[in-house]
Antibody, heavy 120, light 107 residues
Framework: EVHLLESGGGLVQPGGSLRLSCAAS????????LTWVRQAPGKGLEWVAS????????YHADSVKGRFTISRDISKSTLYLQMTSLEAGDTAVYYC?????????????WGQGTLVTVSS | DIQMTQSPSSLSASVGDRVTITCRAS??????LAWYQQKPEKAPKSLIY???SLQGGVPSRFSGNGSGTDFTLTISRLQPEDFASYYC?????????FGGGTRVQIK
């Protein structure tokens, strides 16, 4: 069974940095694209970034471009989101999600999420 | 960017009711549309993909329809466990975009 487990969230000051991790199990890691989606308190879902199965293609939302970087470590079956220059508006639960294909497709499995709070 | 407009934003219904949620894309996305269910404090769960295909394990009372720009999610007979929020999402092109969500509440 596919399992995604996020970690690394917490309280950080504005302007600070944080790295989120998502450990994947129960799948052939390089066969699937992965995505970060976030949800601000009481708000809807917002796509943040996606990476292809081989890690050769990455895409970032305009709202995080230049500040966040998605990456994956095949040897550890782990997805990352490096977040810098954090702002109050980045406060959200961050979910990792698996896509059904190597480069695209819907998101068929989701992790439980990790909370990032940006506040002084 | 493709904008996804979902309606209504909330609705009240009773157990056994038929419920339909609409999602409209600002440009054609073929059938590259998914529906997700989210309960409070929980992660989203995949219900429908490719506009009308049921994800494994999802009850058959859920169905999806549409192509191009107009899509619907229908729950044929609402059950107590169906009271939740529902989101559509297009995966035709980046940036991936979600609808604003529909909250289904108990009448």
């Amino acid at each position: 069974e596919v399992h995604l487990l996020e970690s690394g969230g917490g309280l950080v000051q504005p302007g600070g940095s944080l790295r989120l991790s998502c450990a994947a199990s129960g799948l052939t890691f390089t066969n699937y694209a992965l995505t970060w989606v976030r949800q601000a308190p009481g708000k809807g879902l917002e796509w943040v970034a996606s990476i292809s199965g081989g890690g050769d293609y990455t895409y970032h939302a305009d709202s995080v471009k230049g500040r966040f970087t998605i990456s994956r470590d095949i040897s550890k079956s782990t997805l990352y989101l490096q977040m810098t220059s954090l702002e109050a508006g980045d406060t959200a639960v961050y979910y990792c999600a698996k896509r059904s294909g190597r480069n695209n497709g819907p998101h068929d499995y989701w992790g439980q999420g990790t909370l990032v709070t940006v506040s002084s | 960017d493709i904008q996804m407009t979902q309606s209504p934003s909330s609705l009240s219904a009773s157990v056994g009711d038929r419920v339909t949620i609409t999602c409209r894309a600002s440009q054609g996305i073929s059938s590259w549309l998914a529906w997700y269910q989210q309960k409070p404090e929980k992660a989203p769960k995949s219900l429908i993909y490719d506009a009308s295909s049921l994800q494994g394990g999802v009850p058959s009372r859920f169905s999806g329809n549409g192509s191009g720009t107009d899509f619907t999610l229908t729950i044929s007979r609402l059950q107590p466990e169906d009271f939740a929020s529902y989101y559509c999402q297009q995966y035709n092109s980046f940036p991936l975009t979600f609808g604003g969500g529909t909250r289904v509440q108990i009448k």
